[in-house]
């Protein structure tokens, strides 16, 4: 069973637009988020977290929102850029665990 | 520095060889993970040490057996696997939940073929 569930495996962006990825879970419990990026052949990057008691973070180019009521978070990069083409992955914290989703492609084309 | 380094890089073994995946950081960090990520999935949790302790097994098979020697090191010990556990297999810190902050530093990941 999916606890965390990013239903668009692929998105494609042109450079200087909005990119917009979208997250759903199941559990209301859940209290803290994550967003990662991954390249081919390497391991997670760390781009940017929240916790229940907020619904926006925002560092840079990358803000994360949160829709608790929705179970719903969402992270939004503007302007993206063409070294933004990669897989993103949201994750929630469960105890000293990090539950991933399926990942969304990110293509920033010129 | 928020770096995690992992060795192999690449590793190609036999279902009868033993081999071992190493990872270290300097981050300070007291919590340490293995997870295990196959092509087109997210990764998957298999083993939390906080503490040098085993805190965490996902009821992971015996022919893989982790160890904590240090609070900067994370061995990986790996012995008569299956050609399905072919994976990446990916090293991550962080530090304890009490400090309430929870994101995990990974490493570039091991590439593990077992023929």
């Known amino acids: 069973d999916q606890q965390v569930k990013q239903n668009s495996p692929s998105l494609s962006v042109q450079e200087g637009r909005i990119s917009i990825l979208n997250c759903d879970y199941t559990n209301s419990m859940f209290d803290y988020f994550l967003w990662y990026k991954k390249y081919p052949a390497e391991g997670p990057t760390f781009l940017i977290s929240i916790s229940s008691i907020k619904d926006k973070n925002e560092d840079g180019r990358f803000t994360v929102f949160l829709n608790k009521s929705a179970k719903h978070l969402s992270l939004h990069i503007v302007p993206s850029q063409p070294g933004d083409s990669a897989v993103y992955f949201c994750a929630v914290y469960n105890t ?15 | 520095d928020t770096e995690v380094t ?5 590793l190609v073994m ?20 293995w997870y ?12 939390v040490y906080s503490y040098e302790k085993l805190s965490i097994n996902e009821s992971v098979p015996s022919r893989f057996s982790p160890e904590c020697p240090n609070s900067s ?20 810190s962080s530090q304890l939940r009490t400090s309430g902050r929870h994101e995990q530093y990974f490493g570039p990941g091991t590439r593990l073929t077992v023929t």
């Open chain 2, 36 to 47: 295990k990520q196959k092509a087109k999935k997210p990764p998957e949790l298999m083993f």
């Open chain 2, 14 to 33: 036999g279902m009868t060889n033993k081999k071992s995946l190493k990872c270290e950081q300097h981050m300070g960090h007291r919590a340490m993970y």
């Open chain 1, 96 to 110: 000293d665990k990090l539950i991933f989703g399926t990942g969304t492609r990110l293509q920033v084309f010129p």
């Open chain 2, 73 to 92: 090191l994370l061995n990986l010990h790996l012995h008569a696997l299956q050609p399905e556990d072919s994976a990446l297999y990916l090293c991550a």
């Open chain 2, 6 to 10: 992992q060795t192999p890089k690449h």
